[in-house]
């Protein structure tokens, strides 16, 4: 018990000999120096305190060696690397005690190399191989994309491309080819099925009985919880696939799509195709950047109450909202068309706008979103607007189109959202327009919600 | 400067560093304590600096860029105050009903502390009968028959955990991010982000319902330490909507006008001397009074609204209550205002009254709020609003799978306890999934078992929807900056769609 203690500070007292020899080192390159000079008593002593912890890490590191969870092969090195430092810090001690320098300076240099190395290979051990090169952001920061995209989920093997992805970010750190704690490997498929020292962790189909499923459950304030507090946690997401995999029978060869799936599982495993389109990105804004738009025309605008602003901090794309300004004159008109190339959203509920404005609107180009409810916008007006070609999503609720309006649109393949409750179009048009627009959601409105008689009733106890 | 030169200035500071003695360095030390001290002081009131520099001249409530583009532009908040029964209307757990009337295993009562049952409760079955609704099956209950029929536009988040199980704290923990006073809500957070898309009318506007105010008292909806032009503006359901906005009998317009003017005047002067910029939210407070008095009393007016719209919602027009603030609350997000809070009390189902009872009350506050929040989802979808408004529907915290006894005894009505481990919130529009659950609870609804989340989690989310870092967001005050979800907070990014 207090061995297994003591052998927990080797990673801590393995820093004074990495900290004091180096010091002695540089003391010895700088006392040639006159300048430096006096530095020279302090060698010796430099040595020897350096040599003393050195040789108290060996001992503390052969014990934690003891715990068999370690490659062998780098321990191996690692274990005489750092014997070789404590003989030649105890060499580099007697040499400096006897001021011969020539042997001292061939022993610093030794020890310089022996130091890097081992140090190295000591984080190999602890942090997992090739740790050193690894980017910090790709696992710990946005855990949410630790699985990578996957083109089409239902096509995917499942223990390949997305099992194996997780424990390889989640686990290998500890249970791989270089640390075995508890015994336990992950990284191969002879490796997971074989178990750590306490036997098999994984039961096909038994996820209460697997114990890789019930460590991942655990409370994370529970000891045995893995992965271990303070390391990167599974999401959510990928706890649900864990089950998911364990509960159909932990296959190593078998596609999503030969596996059953619940309907959470059919959504997980679609958010993995997500992340390959990159979800996050929304269509409504262009990939490509802008120039800014001219600050005296956005002043000028904001005279006459416009809200306008940039769709975001880093962003020079703009949207409008007219809601305080009804009515437009000739400079709005002007100003607005001075920022034909960033406005991108527009709103301009209950406007009452001349033909010339319309045409205004119709040569901004670049809209994305165009909300025009309870406007006086008419089938006219609507016939210019088929020059916006990258509209996505147009809101014409509460005004005096028709269908026969609203057709002339339809060479417009980017509309996705066409909003035409309480207009002139009536349900006989509705197929028409489907096919018309076949990408497009167009939402009709007149939802009801039906009086129920419950509604109003006040349910109370029977009188006794 | 010539070699010369230097070389006495350097000998002039070689001779001042030798007098600086141990007195000096302490003497200098409390004027440089001071100094710091005070710089800590006036950290609290640089929000003006840091944000605009010539922020006297501009509004505090213009419209700002969000950190990326968000989805949402707009979020209503529906707290249901008192805290609704998870079980009797999202979390269907038949195996809960089998063990109804036994008593609870001590395994759920150990080292739990409940507000107000003692001793070994009985456990108590769904008091309502569940069926699957809509292409995501989700399970809604037969108190809700109108809900059931928009449950393909929700996202459920079944698995919702909180640390407070007194309804004040926990109020203000899932609004201002901490269960003490003195932080700012979110409603205030998102105003202080992003300004108003409307000058006329407030950023921040909050409705009551049910007779009373939540128990944390209007703390949820204050600005904590920013300046209080962001914090939230109650309006009223009867009467005048905002008190002493009308101009006296006698006084017109123009004569406003130029007191307000003559009035911000004067507090510019005194900006420009003191620098508090409590005289900022003071003139901009003002100027929006002014300009209120025209637009406030036509929005907050819903006699104007159709037949068609007043049968959906089931408003009362002229009376106080639910239905008309939640038409009240589409009328002013379609006019630009950011964030609608309600609340609505009466939740709170001990079953030591009727009308806290889970059989009556409880059903009774279902009956009048379930059309109206269901004609809310519709309304704004017909308008084309649903995708750009976020709704949040919740309570503080949830409800024990117990029949609660209060002190021991039996109550006279069915109630069940407040509940931290798992309760139900839902968000629809606003870039979340349609038609999607998130989170699961154990056989009986006593503790989650996965998807868990927490208030700091929902704000995290709400403001991520609108377009913000909630790490980003923040307000330096006593000397660091401070932000609603404090150290913690997740965006759940899995029912974002």
Redesign the interface.
């Known amino acids: 018990m207090i061995i297994t203690v003591i052998s927990h500070f080797h990673p801590v007292l393995v820093h004074l000999p990495i900290g004091i020899l180096l010091l002695a080192i540089l003391f010895h390159g700088l006392s040639s120096k006159e300048k430096y000079a006096t530095l020279a008593p302090a060698i010796p002593i430099a040595y020897l305190v350096g040599s003393l912890t050195a040789i108290l890490s060996c001992i503390t590191g052969y014990l934690l060696s003891g715990t068999g969870e370690y490659d062998e092969t780098t321990l191996n090195l690692h274990r005489w690397m750092g014997i070789l430092v404590a003989f030649c810090s105890a060499a580099g001690y007697l040499f400096a005690r006897n001021k011969n320098g020539l042997q001292l300076k061939y022993v610093s240099i030794v020890l310089l190399v022996l130091l890097t190395v081992t140090g190295h290979l000591g984080g190999t051990l602890t942090h997992g191989e090739g740790y050193l090169w690894k980017t910090v952001s790709a696992d710990t920061k946005d855990s949410?994309v630790a699985i990578k995209p996957i083109a089409n989920a239902q096509e995917a093997v499942v223990y390949k491309e997305i099992i194996q992805p997780m424990l390889q970010t989640k686990c290998y750190n500890c249970h791989a080819a270089t640390k075995q704690k508890g015994g336990l490997r992950l990284d191969t498929q002879d490796w997971i099925l074989k178990g750590g020292k306490n036997g098999k962790v994984l039961v096909a189909g038994n996820i209460d009985s697997s114990e890789v499923y019930k460590r991942i459950?655990l409370d994370p304030v529970e000891e045995k919880h893995m992965p271990p507090k303070g390391k990167p946690q599974l999401t959510?997401?990928e706890?649900?696939l864990m089950q998911w995999w364990i509960a159909t029978g932990t296959d190593f060869t078998k596609k999503s799509k030969d596996l059953q799936q619940t309907?959470a599982i059919k959504?997980a495993l679609s958010?993995l195709e997500k992340l390959a389109t990159v979800?996050t990105k929304?269509t409504d804004?262009p990939e490509t950047t802008v120039s800014k738009a001219n600050e005296s025309t956005l002043d000028a605008l904001r005279k006459y109450?416009v809200?306008i602003?940039?769709?975001?901090?880093?962003?020079n794309?703009l949207s409008a909202?007219f809601?305080?300004c009804k009515k437009w004159n000739s400079d709005i008109e002007k100003q607005i068309s001075g920022l034909k190339d960033q406005l991108i959203w527009l709103k301009i509920?209950n406007a009452q706008l001349e033909t010339s404005s319309w045409k205004t609107i119709a040569g901004l180009t670049n809209l994305r979103r165009l909300?025009a409810?309870h406007s006086n916008i008419t089938d006219q007006d609507l016939k210019q607007l088929n020059g916006l070609s990258q509209l996505q999503?147009i809101?014409l609720?509460d005004t005096k189109i028709t269908a026969m309006g609203l057709q002339q649109l339809k060479g417009n393949n980017n509309l996705t959202?066409i909003?035409i409750?309480r207009t002139g179009i009536h349900t006989q048009d509705y197929t028409m327009l489907k096919t018309a627009f076949p990408k497009a959601v167009i939402?009709t409105?007149?939802?009801?919600?039906p009086?129920?008689a419950?509604?109003?009733?006040?349910?109370?106890?029977k009188a006794k | 400067m010539s070699r010369d030169h230097q070389r006495i200035i350097q000998e002039a500071n070689a001779l001042y560093m030798q007098q600086q003695t141990r007195r000096h360095f302490f003497k200098d030390c409390v004027t440089g304590m001071g100094a710091m001290a005070f710089g800590s002081v006036l950290g609290g009131c640089d929000w003006l600096a840091s944000k605009d520099a010539n922020s006297i001249h501009s509004n505090p409530l213009m419209a700002h860029a969000p950190h990326f583009a968000g989805k949402a532009k707009s979020v209503i908040y529906l707290h249901m105050a008192g805290a609704p029964s998870q079980l009797e209307l999202f979390d269907f757990k038949p195996d809960l009903m089998k063990l109804d009337g036994q008593d609870c295993p001590q395994s759920l009562l150990e080292g739990k502390k409940f507000a107000f049952i003692r001793g070994v409760p009985k456990m108590m079955g769904p008091q309502a009968t569940f069926k699957q609704y809509g292409e995501s099956r989700a399970w809604i209950s037969d108190h809700l028959p109108h809900l059931s029929t928009v449950a393909d536009e929700i996202s459920f988040l079944k698995a919702v955990q909180t640390d407070q199980f007194n309804h004040g704290p926990a109020q203000l923990l899932m609004h201002t991010g901490t269960p003490r006073l003195g932080r700012p809500s979110i409603g205030s957070w998102v105003t202080y982000g992003l300004g108003s898309e409307n000058n006329n009318l407030p950023g921040f506007v909050v409705l009551t319902s049910g007779g009373k105010n939540p128990d944390a008292g209007k703390s949820v909806w204050g600005n904590g330490f920013l300046p209080s032009v962001y914090q939230g503006v109650q309006c009223r359901t009867e009467g005048d909507p905002v008190l002493f906005l009308k101009d006296p009998a006698g006084m017109d317009r123009d004569l406003r006008k130029a007191s307000i003017d003559a009035i911000n005047e004067a507090n510019k002067l005194t900006y420009e001397e003191y620098q508090d910029p409590e005289t900022v939210s003071r003139i901009a407070q003002y100027e929006m009074a002014y300009r209120m008095q025209i637009e406030v009393p036509e929005t907050m007016n819903i006699n104007n609204e159709p037949a068609y719209i007043h049968e959906m919602y089931g408003t009362k027009p002229g009376q106080a209550c639910f239905a008309n603030n939640v038409l009240l609350a589409r009328k002013l997000v379609e006019k630009g205002v950011r964030f609608v809070q309600l609340f609505d009390w009466g939740w709170d189902s001990h079953g030591t009254e009727e009308n806290l009872a889970i059989d009556f009350g409880f059903v009774n506050k279902c009956r009048a709020t379930d059309k109206p929040i269901t004609a809310l989802l519709l309304d704004l979808k017909q308008r084309g609003l649903l995708d750009e408004t976020l709704v949040v529907w919740g309570g503080e915290f949830g409800r024990t799978p117990m029949l609660e006894n209060r002190d021991g005894k039996k109550n006279p009505f069915k109630g069940r306890d407040h509940h931290t481990e798992a309760f139900t919130m839902w968000m629809a529009g606003g870039g979340i999934k349609k038609g999607f659950s998130f989170g699961e609870t154990d056989e009986i609804g006593y503790s989650a078992i996965s998807g868990k989340v927490t208030p700091h989690d929902i704000q995290a989310t709400i403001l991520n929807q609108l377009g913000f870092d909630h790490e980003k967001l923040v307000f330096p005050f006593q000397g660091r900056s401070f932000r609603l979800t404090d150290v913690h907070g997740k965006v759940i990014n899995e029912i974002v769609a």
């Open positions: 949410t459950i959510e997401q706890r649900l309907p959504s958010s979800a929304r804004v109450s809200t602003l940039n769709i975001s901090d880093n962003s794309w909202n809601v305080n509920p909300s409810e999503y809101n609720v959202n909003y409750g939402d409105g007149s939802y009801a919600v009086f129920l419950t509604d109003t009733q006040q349910l109370h106890p």
